[in-house]
């Protein structure tokens, strides 16, 4: 029984008549959590964890038709049993866990293995076939702890400090920045940040997620002396816009997943590329997919084909799905939603 089917929408359940984070308008969605390629607008009603409601309000609108469910919480619709558990990702981000006539599937979205402290830890979930990312499905990703991560973005942000340069981290707005903002050492200067960041600050404070104070950048003045030490968190997509003329001689710096690769570190154009990423590194997803003890694995957007192969080699029956899903740490306008 194919509890999750691949259709032209998204990712469709057939008994329950529902699609998971589709990227065409349905009637009924249910969202893993609110990144702009998962959770789209148009559709007449909208699931998604309790933790997740207030960011998809903020994301979405405030008038979308939306019905919540706390993580671990059973809800039964027509004859399947769906319950959300924390997928570690960004702030109310979930996996789906269906359950029909004793068949468990799980829907990854996206996950994050290292808990991180801005959202509820990944948790798996026993089943017999998982639905799994792969964003970062290759050997070459094993990420370092976050710790070490934290310290060298403190240790660039200290020593411009010193050189009395502004430092501009550019970083995907919503659950990377808040990452990051959670982990610094607000000690060392005054943090600003863009107003696509700022808005999503309020609403994790409000989730009782600790972070330090921040101002928007817009309201300091060009040539005011705190720039000079101040660290500022801004989108991608700020970077050579003329919002950033206000900050004078600075350095910058990329904070993604990517920036394990040479390439889209010298694509991008900055001084120092931060390796952070907010998805399971291959060892990560290995272990993942090892936890949930399923038999069989459909892999969505990322490095498919690798995943799919070296998941057979382990006896697993391994399957690509193909999804629209986009990728949520290159901040590409069309993923990243930046409001103004
Ligand atoms: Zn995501
Ligand atoms: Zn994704």
Redesign the pocket.
């Known amino acids: 029984m194919e509890l999750v089917i691949a259709r032209p929408e998204g990712l469709y359940c057939p008994v329950g008549d529902f699609y998971i984070d589709p990227w065409r308008p349905v009637e009924r969605s249910v969202i893993t959590?609110a990144?702009g390629d998962?959770a789209r607008t148009g559709n007449r009603h909208y699931l998604a964890s309790s933790a997740s409601a207030a960011i998809l309000r903020a994301r979405l609108g405030p008038d979308i038709n939306l019905q919540t469910l706390p993580y671990g919480q059973r809800l039964p619709h027509h004859g399947v049993t769906l319950s959300f558990h924390p997928a570690g990702?960004?702030l109310g981000s979930a996996q789906i866990r269906l359950e029909h006539g004793g068949e468990v599937w799980v829907a990854s979205g996206?996950y994050k293995i290292e808990a991180d402290g801005t959202c509820a830890p990944f948790e798996p979930v026993r089943c017999h076939t998982f639905i799994t990312e792969s964003t970062f499905g290759l050997p070459i990703y094993r990420w370092q702890p976050q710790a070490k991560v934290f310290a060298d973005i403190n240790r660039w942000w200290q020593a411009n400090a010193r050189a009395g340069k502004a430092s501009v981290l550019f970083c995907y707005a919503f659950g990377k920045a808040q990452r990051i903002l959670h982990g610094i050492d607000p000690s060392l200067g005054p943090i600003l940040c863009h107003g696509a960041v700022e808005p999503l600050n309020r609403v994790y404070r409000e989730a009782g997620v600790d972070l330090p104070p921040t101002r928007y950048a817009a309201d300091v003045q060009k040539n005011d002396p705190l720039l000079r030490q101040a660290l500022i968190i801004a989108p991608p997509q700020a970077g050579g816009s003329s919002w950033m003329r206000r900050f004078g001689d600075y350095s910058d710096g990329f904070a993604s997943g990517w920036m394990r690769l040479r390439g889209p570190r010298r694509r991008r154009g900055v001084d120092r590329g931060f390796v952070l990423s907010d998805h399971a590194d291959w060892p990560g997803l290995l272990w993942a997919i090892g936890q949930t003890g399923a038999e069989r694995v459909k892999v969505t957007h990322g490095a498919v084909g690798t995943l799919v192969r070296h998941l057979r080699e382990q006896g697993l029956d391994a399957q690509a799905f193909s999804t629209e899903y986009g990728d949520?740490e290159d901040g590409s306008p069309a993923i990243a939603q930046v409001q103004p």
């Open positions: 959590h990144h998962h990702h960004v996206d949520d």
